[in-house]
């Protein structure tokens, strides 16, 4: 008998990139040039997430992006109307729609889908009309879940801070919100992503619990642990622990 074996798509977020680029001005190092690298290097998505402050990403990054990224671009932000037009014109493979604080350092919550359900159905379906593929950030809340997929997404986003928290303390349980959270997304027929503090020491572990995991954005972790051991070797450990 043949065996098929599932890859789990690994998407690299650059915003750090950016970030040590912003640090001095001028353009080292080359954002452009790192997203090109990075897909020579196999991962198959490059991740960018725009703030209003462009602290990183800028959103003239997202439009020089978009002729650079060959494999998924996905786009990650809060809808607020500046970010909404940015995705229409760029056009990216995926919108990843976070409901981030203006000025937050980083992501720190999901969706609630029951709340902002309408507000949500709408943009997503302004994105649908434009042919881009959708995805919320939520955390393993199975109410969550239900009223994500009331919306119409395409796919969820898990919020793994709280699993990578309780891996680190060697809690292995700390996965099972998350199992039941990907079992009942999979019965809805929702696409599952993941992202945040997912690191090459508990990725593995992740993608081999989570039924129908299809891509993880990582970036942070990523990068640091570039620092050490050079971008292309951790893209290549990535991809071997997400087979």
Not at 16 to 35: D, S
Not at 115 to 138: A, C, D, M, P, W
């Amino acid at each position: 008998m043949v065996k098929f074996f599932r890859m789990t798509k690994l998407s690299v977020n650059i915003n750090k990139i950016a970030t040590l680029r912003n640090a001095r001005g001028g353009n080292v190092p080359n954002l452009l040039q790192v997203a090109a690298d990075i897909q020579q290097f196999g991962a198959n998505g490059i991740t960018i997430h725009p703030r209003p402050d462009e602290r990183h990403i800028r959103y003239q990054d997202a439009r020089e992006l978009k002729p650079i990224v060959y494999t998924e671009y996905n786009i990650e932000g809060n809808p607020q109307h500046n970010f909404i037009d940015l995705v229409l014109e760029c056009k990216p493979t995926q919108v990843t729609l976070v409901p981030d604080a203006i000025g937050a350092i980083t992501s720190s919550a999901g969706w609630d889908t029951l709340k902002f359900q309408g507000y949500l159905t709408e943009v997503i379906q302004e994105f649908h009309r434009n042919g881009i593929r959708t995805s919320i950030f939520v955390d393993p809340d199975l109410k969550i879940i239900e009223g994500a997929q009331k919306t119409g997404t395409d796919r969820i986003e898990l919020y793994t801070e709280a699993y990578a928290h309780h891996y680190s303390l060697g809690n292995f349980a700390g996965i099972e919100p998350y199992i039941q959270a990907a079992k009942l997304a999979n019965e809805l027929g929702l696409g599952i992503n993941a992202g945040h503090d997912l690191s090459l020491q508990n990725c593995k572990f992740f993608a081999e619990n989570i039924p129908g995991l299809l891509e993880v954005s990582i970036g942070h972790a990523l990068i640091a642990e570039s620092l050490y051991m050079g971008l292309e070797s951790v893209i290549n450990q990535y991809l071997a622990l997400l087979r």
